[in-house]
């Protein structure tokens, strides 16, 4: 890790890892969201590389609200799911 770019994606990305795998012990919940946040991460991460500061503070920030948007959802009951 070489800038604090790399180091605000990996954190990002293993606490968005953490929280999906969290909830799949608990129930399925849809991937698509987690693999937005990854892209941000990995769209962040290069930015910021590249020189893009102020957009890859920008893309971790919104990366960063989506993973706290995805922590607070509460869990599914199992007598909202159809069968």
């Known amino acids: 890790m070489e800038t604090i770019f790399d180091l605000l994606s990996v ?10 795998f969290l ?10 969201p987690y693999l937005v946040v990854s892209l941000v991460c990995a769209v962040g991460n290069w930015l910021g590389n590249n020189g893009g500061g102020i957009a890859a503070v920008a893309f971790l920030i919104a990366g960063s609200f989506l993973t706290l948007h995805l ?7 199992k007598a909202d799911e159809k069968t």
């Open 23 to 32: 909830r799949f012990r608990h129930e399925d919940p849809p991937l698509a």
């Open 11 to 20: 954190v990002l990305f293993i606490v968005t890892a953490g929280l999906f």
């Open 71 to 77: 922590a607070s959802e509460p869990y599914r009951d």
